[in-house]
């Protein structure tokens, strides 16, 4: 399976959303395979990391997001579900499952509930190593601004994060200090 061709299937290869998309997933992809390799590299299945961090974000087209070049009708946040649309579809659940998990640091039912906008009533939170690295390493890499995208600091990422809610921080930090820096 390789991500790139499933990704061309809903991307212009021409286009600015793909290359934004492309780059920076490859970011996150080698990063996360990395920082994998360095905390169990026989436990963690490294093969799935990077297909997976390559097709995590892979629903952002869906969504209206112009400056990123992606023209859907649907809020930002709704990019995780979408990507697990797409990726059950092409019978790939499991990958399915770390689109949906790693928008933030996760989505719990309750947030999902009391945001509504049509998250769907379930639990979206990273649970296995595999999900959290890349949900992890994600974070320090922003889709914006540049066409390489631009890598962010901790001071940066934790001041976003603090501002979604305390509980959002904690788990990041938890991570940090599980992982180490990516
Ligand atoms: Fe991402």
């Known amino acids: 399976m390789e991500p790139l061709q499933i990704i061309q ?4 290869t021409q286009s600015k959303a793909y290359s934004l998309l492309v780059n920076h997933s490859t970011w996150v992809a080698e990063k996360a395979v990395e920082l994998a390799k360095r905390i169990d590299p026989s436990g963690l299945d490294l093969e799935f990391i990077h297909q997976a961090a390559m097709l995590h974000d892979i629903g952002i087209f869906r969504v209206n997001a112009p400056g990123l070049d992606c023209h859907g009708d649907l809020h930002y946040l709704l ?3 979408q990507g697990r649309e797409i990726l059950d579809a092409e019978n790939m659940p499991l990958h399915g499952l770390v689109c949906e998990r790693h928008v933030g640091v996760g989505i719990p039912r309750r947030e999902a509930n009391s945001l509504g906008m049509g998250l769907p009533d379930r639990d979206m939170r990273p649970q296995s190593t595999e999900e959290k690295i890349i949900c992890y390493v994600d974070k320090f890499h922003s889709k914006n601004g540049h066409a390489q995208g631009v890598v962010k600091s901790v001071e940066d ?12 921080c904690q788990v990041f930090t938890q991570w940090m200090e599980e992982f180490g820096l990516p």
């Open 9 to 12: 299937k809903h991307y212009d």
């Open 79 to 81: 990019h995780g579900i």
């Open 157 to 168: 990422i934790i001041q976003g994060l603090t501002a979604l809610g305390l509980d959002k």
